[in-house]
């Protein structure tokens, strides 16, 4: 059975009580200094693992990305439920009335993604801490990836993205009702192929999920990038949450983030399998093994 959290802001107060009535001085969680950025090339390599995601996925992910406390309790929803899709699992998303931030929930729809983030929870906090301290240090630290990839012609346009050159590289899905999640080895597509290797086969776009319009109160079809404003909007308003406004940021989501304790879990939980699991990893078609509910 999961444990949900309660709300994230809790935490900070009761602390706050307790050391108060005991006489102790305690800084706020959220009163701390924010963390340092990480030098340029450092950074590159912190973002290589998404940068050439589809803009709309990678807004999802370094939004939820600043709720690293959620990461794994979503992650195992996700798994649980994967064998919904569509309409199905945006009502059960509801139904369930999940406490995680809509950021979070926008993810839910791609096991995958939240198990690569919840495999790393170092590496979560890392680029999370990174996009609440600095926006514009990793738009340009992704950019500076894509900008590598293009020039060394792994990054192209494909059957189901769309990549746009530039001072600025954007991809994009052809359908953005159907999102893909890249497959590729970062030690290879953002540095000089070596002789004789064939860089057309780099990146494998694959894998993908279908979105259509039932997400869009999670932002889907709605996010995008102005990349030289480096702003990044979600649901047509700008992703404002920073490392100072963290504690009291209102998203720009249509849905909501319940405190209350959920209700009974309506739903059968059916773990992916192994081959259900390795197809994302391997850039696989989506085979679904437990049929639709």
């Given at each position: 059975?999961?444990?949900?959290?309660?709300?994230?802001t809790?935490?900070?107060?009761?602390?706050?009580?307790?050391?108060?009535?005991?006489?102790?001085?305690v800084a706020?969680?959220?009163a701390?200094?924010?963390?340092?950025?990480?030098?340029?090339?450092?950074?590159?390599?912190?973002?290589?693992?998404?940068?050439?995601?589809?803009?709309?996925?990678?807004?999802?992910?370094?939004?939820?990305?600043?709720?690293?406390d959620?990461?794994?309790?979503?992650?195992?929803?996700?798994?649980?439920?994967?064998?919904?899709?569509?309409?199905?699992?945006a009502?059960?998303?509801?139904?369930?009335q999940?406490?995680?931030?809509p950021?979070?929930?926008?993810?839910?729809?791609?096991?995958?993604?939240?198990?690569?983030?919840?495999?790393?929870?170092?590496w979560t906090?890392?680029?999370?801490?990174?996009?609440?301290?600095?926006?514009?240090?990793?738009?340009?630290?992704v950019?500076?990836?894509?900008?590598?990839?293009?020039?060394?012609?792994?990054?192209?346009?494909?059957?189901?993205?769309?990549?746009?050159?530039?001072?600025?590289?954007?991809?994009?899905?052809?359908?953005?009702g159907?999102?893909?999640?890249?497959y590729?080895?970062?030690?290879?597509?953002?540095?000089?192929?070596?002789?004789?290797?064939?860089?057309?086969?780099?990146?494998?776009?694959?894998?993908?999920?279908?979105?259509?319009?039932?997400?869009?109160?999670?932002?889907?079809g709605?996010?995008?990038?102005?990349?030289?404003?480096?702003?990044?909007?979600?649901?047509?308003a700008?992703?404002?949450?920073?490392?100072?406004n963290?504690?009291?940021?209102?998203?720009?989501?249509?849905?909501?983030?319940?405190t209350?304790?959920?209700?009974?879990?309506?739903?059968?939980r059916?773990?992916?399998?192994?081959?259900?699991r390795?197809?994302p990893?391997?850039?696989?078609r989506?085979?679904?093994?437990?049929?639709?509910?």
């Amino acid at each position: 059975m999961l444990v949900r959290r309660k709300n994230s802001t809790v935490v900070p107060v009761l602390v706050a009580i307790v050391a108060t009535v005991a006489g102790i001085s305690v800084a706020p969680v959220f009163a701390q200094a924010p963390p340092p950025l990480p030098p340029p090339q450092q950074l590159d390599q912190l973002v290589s693992r998404i940068a050439l995601y589809p803009d709309p996925l990678l807004a999802q992910i370094l939004a939820a990305a600043t709720f690293p406390d959620q990461i794994p309790e979503a992650a195992a929803w996700a798994d649980q439920h994967h064998y919904l899709t569509g309409q199905a699992l945006a009502s059960a998303i509801q139904a369930d009335q999940l406490n995680f931030d809509p950021s979070v929930q926008a993810l839910l729809p791609f096991p995958s993604v939240l198990e690569m983030m919840n495999s790393d929870m170092y590496w979560t906090n890392q680029i999370g801490n990174a996009f609440l301290v600095s926006q514009q240090a990793v738009m340009d630290s992704v950019q500076r990836e894509r900008q590598a990839s293009y020039r060394y012609g792994y990054l192209r346009s494909t059957p189901q993205v769309v990549v746009t050159p530039g001072p600025y590289i954007s991809i994009a899905p052809v359908d953005p009702g159907y999102v893909v999640v890249p497959y590729y080895d970062p030690g290879v597509v953002f540095f000089p192929p070596r002789p004789g290797f064939v860089v057309g086969g780099a990146i494998n776009f694959g894998f993908g999920v279908t979105i259509g319009g039932f997400f869009r109160p999670w932002g889907w079809g709605l996010a995008r990038w102005d990349w030289g404003a480096h702003r990044v909007f979600i649901n047509n308003a700008p992703w404002g949450r920073t490392w100072v406004n963290r504690a009291t940021y209102a998203h720009p989501y249509e849905v909501r983030r319940y405190t209350a304790p959920p209700p009974p879990e309506r739903h059968e939980r059916i773990y992916r399998s192994p081959a259900e699991r390795e197809a994302p990893r391997g850039g696989g078609r989506r085979e679904e093994e437990h049929g639709r509910r």
